[in-house]
């Protein structure tokens, strides 16, 4: 999948990861889309839920070797 930034969020416990994608998509433009690289078992709950509760929409997740997860974000259209 295309994505425009990305995050290696690996080895970054809860809630650095989500924290960290939420400063690098205020900076992002609308349809835009982040890449977070995340290893941390609480990602699988905590990703999801940010992007319910701000609006962003998660677009796809894969496993990568077994625990790493590819989350990517996009971010919302104006309007």
């Known amino acids: 999948m295309d994505f ?3 995050i290696d ?3 970054l416990l809860c809630p650095l990861p989500v924290l960290k994608a939420r400063k690098r998509l205020k900076g992002m433009g609308a349809g835009q889309v982040l890449k977070l690289l995340a290893d941390d078992p609480a990602a699988v709950i905590d ?3 940010f992007c319910n509760e701000q609006g962003y929409e ?3 997740t894969e ?3 077994g625990v790493l997860r590819a ?3 996009r971010v ?3 309007g």
Do not use: C, G, M, T
């Open 4 to 6: 425009d930034d990305e």
């Open 9 to 11: 969020a690996r080895s």
């Open 47 to 49: 990703v999801p839920h």
């Open 58 to 60: 998660l677009v796809k």
């Open 63 to 65: 496993a990568l070797e």
């Open 71 to 73: 989350y990517f974000i």
């Open 76 to 78: 919302p259209l104006a």
